[in-house]
């Protein structure tokens, strides 16, 4: 059986790890090479690094952190942030990326999605969009985005379902509601677009303690849940989480190495 | 030793010359025919469309290096598409493979709950013992990312199983030739244990 993915999720700013709550006020965490080794170890499924660098040497830095993140973990990871072109997208995949993630960039010009996915596969390139609740919009949700400081016009499903037409391999959906607020993910978002793709889905921002993970995983139809917080300064391992998650009913990858037999 | 690790252009071959580097083996990126045939070991690792990814090997001459290899019984790896296009045809863009093994890439059915494509950990039941497995827990989960499967022929190829929607064929073997589905190079510590089996063996 398929099991569900335990994403964990890294924002990186001038090399360095960051974290914020509803993408403002972020603190230094630590360095992203030595966290994604020590996540790995730990037995994260997948792991995801979103450069919010600001400055112009932000691709020469990112670059290097992906470079040695890729000599030291054997699980796949995506980056994102900032990703324009279909060369930058090359740029990542080359230095280690098994996976590449557009945002705003795609809202602003889609056909991106189309070129990355002809370039280097479906699978590669992956959907990432922030949605808020606007009871104005057909899906209920509207898509924002430069990092949630700017709202579009774009109805959330309308834009998930044009965006897997084009080609992008997964979505990974952030709800600003509940970024940030350790209080839940955003059930019925996850659900609404779990069920109206094809393509698996990761639900991502709001996981505060197990039971929202196995929430989402379970009646959110999520196929994956991606946490920071939680594990970056919320007091929890991840094999504690997989051992919740475990007992709850939900499949996951328990035995990651030969000591854990 | 010299271990060769077949490049068709389409594939990113990075995440897999970084665990050779970690296990401690020297490699060559090979593009061409002669870099096939000499190598020790071959690795043919892979994403991409069967087809495109056939014409690459058919159109440099790696594909004929492949089978002459297989047919004097060499040791080589197929990894995910690798794994399709040893068998004689796929049903993406109706390719012609390298027909290494007998049998077919077939679609993955998907259905209720069952996304396409199939991304993330499943379990893999391998036969009893073998070597590839060497030092794995039996049922142990590995990384797969793939919208096609290989369905052999012959039962007796059959080297690992893993479910989703159908009951496939992970792993394969056919004389020298190891194939498997998943992704032993993004697969954590029990898929180095994998490609270290297979380059010790």
Same mark, same amino acid.
């Given at each position: 059986?398929?099991?569900?993915?335990?994403?964990?999720?890294?924002?990186?700013?001038?090399?360095?790890?960051?974290?914020?709550?509803?993408?403002?006020?972020?603190?230094?965490?630590?360095?992203?090479?030595?966290?994604?080794? +020590?996540?790995?170890?730990?037995?994260?499924?997948?792991?995801?690094?979103?450069?919010?660098?600001?400055?112009?040497?932000?691709?020469?830095?990112?670059?290097?952190?992906?470079? +040695?993140?890729?000599?030291? %973990?054997?699980?796949?990871?995506?980056?994102?942030?900032?990703?324009?072109?279909?060369?930058?997208?090359?740029?990542? =995949?080359?230095?280690?990326?098994?996976?590449?993630?557009?945002?705003? #960039?795609?809202?602003?010009?889609?056909?991106?999605?189309? #070129?990355?996915?002809?370039?280097?596969?479906? #699978?590669?390139?992956?959907?990432?969009?922030?949605?808020?609740?606007?009871?104005?919009?057909?899906?209920?949700?509207?898509?924002? %985005?430069?990092?949630?400081?700017?709202?579009?016009? !774009?109805?959330? =499903?309308?834009?998930? !379902?044009?965006?897997? #037409?084009?080609?992008?391999?997964?979505?990974?959906?952030?709800?600003?509601?509940?970024?940030?607020? +350790?209080?839940?993910?955003?059930?019925?978002?996850? !659900?609404?677009?779990?069920?109206?793709?094809?393509?698996?889905?990761?639900?991502?921002?709001?996981?505060?303690?197990?039971?929202?993970?196995?929430?989402?995983?379970?009646?959110? !139809?999520?196929?994956?849940? =991606? %946490?920071?917080?939680?594990?970056?300064?919320?007091?929890?391992?991840?094999?504690?989480?997989?051992?919740?998650?475990?007992?709850?009913?939900?499949?996951?990858?328990?035995?990651?190495?030969?000591?854990?037999? | 030793?010299?271990?060769?690790?077949?490049?068709?252009?389409?594939?990113? @071959?990075?995440?897999?010359?970084?665990?050779?580097?970690?296990?401690?083996?020297?490699?060559?990126?090979?593009?061409?025919?002669?870099?096939?045939?000499?190598?020790?070991?071959?690795?043919?690792?892979?994403?991409?469309?069967?087809?495109?990814?056939?014409?690459?090997?058919?159109?440099?001459?790696?594909?004929? /290096? @492949?089978?002459?290899?297989?047919?004097?019984?060499?040791?080589?790896?197929?990894?995910?598409?690798?794994? &399709?296009?040893?068998?004689?045809?796929?049903?993406?863009?109706? /390719?012609?493979?390298?027909?290494?093994?007998?049998?077919?890439?077939?679609?993955?059915?998907?259905?209720?709950?069952?996304?396409?494509?199939?991304?993330? $950990?499943? &379990?893999?039941?391998?036969?009893?013992?073998? $070597? @590839?497995?060497?030092?794995?827990? &039996?049922?142990?989960?590995?990384?797969?990312?793939?919208?096609?499967?290989?369905?052999?022929?012959?039962?007796?190829?059959?080297?690992?199983?893993?479910?989703?929607?159908?009951?496939?064929?992970?792993?394969?073997?056919?004389?020298?030739?190891?194939?498997? &589905?998943?992704?032993?190079?993004?697969?954590?510590?029990f898929g180095l244990r994998l490609l270290s089996n297979f380059l010790a063996h």
């Amino acid at each position: 059986m398929l099991e569900k993915r335990i994403v964990v999720c890294l924002d990186v700013r001038d090399g360095k790890t960051t974290k914020g709550v509803k993408f403002k006020g972020n603190v230094d965490v630590g360095d992203p090479v030595e966290m994604a080794r +020590r996540y790995y170890e730990e037995g994260a499924d997948e792991l995801v690094f979103y450069d919010i660098t600001a400055s112009a040497e932000r691709r020469g830095i990112m670059r290097e952190v992906v470079e +040695r993140v890729a000599a030291e %973990i054997f699980v796949p990871f995506c980056v994102g942030g900032g990703i324009a072109s279909v060369e930058d997208m090359r740029a990542m =995949l080359l230095a280690g990326a098994e996976k590449v993630s557009v945002n705003t #960039q795609a809202v602003l010009n889609p056909e991106i999605i189309d #070129q990355g996915a002809k370039a280097f596969g479906n #699978q590669c390139v992956v959907l990432g969009v922030d949605a808020l609740r606007d009871e104005a919009m057909p899906s209920g949700y509207r898509v924002v %985005i430069h990092g949630g400081r700017t709202v579009t016009q !774009r109805d959330l =499903l309308d834009w998930v !379902r044009e965006a897997e #037409q084009r080609g992008v391999g997964e979505v990974v959906l952030n709800s600003i509601d509940a970024d940030g607020t +350790r209080d839940g993910y955003e059930l019925t978002c996850t !659900r609404l677009v779990s069920e109206n793709v094809s393509v698996p889905v990761v639900a991502s921002g709001g996981a505060g303690v197990s039971r929202h993970l196995i929430e989402v995983l379970r009646d959110g !139809r999520a196929d994956a849940a =991606l %946490i920071a917080s939680m594990v970056h300064f919320g007091g929890y391992t991840i094999p504690q989480i997989k051992a919740d998650l475990a007992a709850a009913g939900i499949p996951v990858r328990r035995r990651i190495g030969p000591d854990t037999g | 030793m010299e271990v060769a690790i077949v490049n068709y252009e389409a594939g990113n @071959l990075r995440s897999v010359e970084t665990a050779l580097r970690r296990l401690g083996y020297e490699y060559r990126i090979a593009t061409r025919p002669e870099e096939v045939l000499r190598a020790d070991k071959v690795l043919f690792p892979g994403v991409g469309d069967a087809r495109a990814v056939m014409e690459v090997l058919e159109r440099s001459g790696v594909a004929a /290096a @492949l089978r002459e290899r297989h047919a004097a019984g060499d040791p080589i790896l197929g990894i995910c598409v690798g794994a &399709q296009v040893v068998l004689e045809r796929s049903e993406e863009n109706s /390719a012609s493979c390298l027909g290494l093994v007998p049998g077919t890439a077939r679609r993955l059915p998907g259905g209720e709950g069952l996304k396409v494509p199939h991304m993330g $950990w499943n &379990q893999v039941r391998y036969r009893a013992d073998h $070597w @590839l497995f060497a030092g794995i827990p &039996q049922d142990t989960s590995f990384y797969f990312v793939h919208s096609y499967y290989p369905d052999p022929a012959d039962r007796s190829t059959v080297l690992a199983e893993t479910e989703y929607g159908v009951r496939f064929a992970s792993g394969l073997e056919c004389d020298n030739l190891t194939a498997v &589905q998943f992704h032993p190079e993004k697969s954590g510590e029990f898929g180095l244990r994998l490609l270290s089996n297979f380059l010790a063996h």
